[in-house]
T-cell receptor
Framework: GAVVSQHPSWVICKSGTSVKIECRSLDFQATTMFWYRQFPKQSLMLMATSNEGSKATYEQGVEKDKFLINHASLTLSTLTVTSAHPEDSSFYIC???????????FGSGTRLTVV | DAKTTQPTSMDCAEGRAANLPCNHSTISGNEYVYWYRQIHSQGPQYIIHGLKNNETNEMASLIITEDRKSSTLILPHATLRDTAVYYCIVKYYGGSQGNLIFGKGTKLSVKP
């Protein structure tokens, strides 16, 4: 079945630095990828929708200059948390779908801790 | 997309069937019912989806009422590894119809 690889699985960074999270579709071409954020004991909240070759669409309240998304190829999307602060500490999860299909495959998530 | 209502938590004895209900009374005619689960600190995992007929796969069965206003996910023989948060999601078919919107889900605890 479809596999989405997310890297790193966890990261600790200092406040003010930037962190990049990669999301790769290993065995299919993902025309659309989604980025979610999940705080402890809460549900997944969509941050942005990423389409290959075009600018990402951000959900209301998500700062596009802080959470930079790049979907430069059909198998890779990246999320960069710029100038990270402790309140950005969260579980970040990507999801990808192939073409017009309906199979949403999720990555294993990245635990970000900003100290 | 239509909203869903699920119990906050449920317990199930290991080896017994786990029946997880979901209400989606405002579902539209062409909207599907999807079930995903999330084991602690992992990404969500697809379980099953259906439109109006009952569906079964190697993981679970999905029973949708005739009026489509509610459904039940059945794990026939729950194991400890089935302990997770289960999400019932209603949306139109296809990636072009947008993302999955997650509610609070049901936290299923399978106990020995």
């Amino acid at each position: 079945g479809a596999v989405v690889s997310q890297h790193p699985s966890w990261v600790i960074c200092k406040s003010g630095t930037s962190v990049k999270i990669e999301c790769r579709s290993l065995d299919f071409q993902a025309t659309t990828m989604f980025w979610y954020r999940q705080f402890p004991k809460q549900s997944l909240m969509l941050m942005a929708t990423s389409n290959e070759g075009s600018k990402a669409t951000y959900e209301q309240g998500v700062e596009k200059d802080k959470f930079l998304i790049n979907h430069a190829s059909l198998t890779l999307s990246t999320l960069t948390v710029t100038s990270a602060h402790p309140e950005d500490s969260s579980f970040y999860i990507c999801s990808a779908i192939e073409g017009a299909g309906d199979g949403y495959t999720f990555g294993s998530g990245t635990r970000l801790t900003v100290v | 997309d239509a909203k869903t209502t699920q119990p906050t938590s449920m317990d199930c004895a290991e080896g017994r069937a786990a029946n997880l209900p979901c209400n989606h009374s405002t579902i539209s005619g062409n909207e599907y019912v999807y079930w995903y689960r999330q084991i602690h600190s992992q990404g969500p995992q697809y379980i099953i989806h259906g439109l109006k007929n009952n569906e079964t796969n190697e993981m679970a069965s999905l029973i949708i009422t005739e009026d489509r206003k509610s459904s039940t996910l059945i794990l026939p023989h729950a194991t400890l590894r089935d302990t997770a948060v289960y999400y019932c999601i209603v949306k139109y078919y296809g990636g072009s119809q947008g993302n999955l919107i997650f509610g609070k889900g049901t936290k299923l605890s399978v106990k020995p």
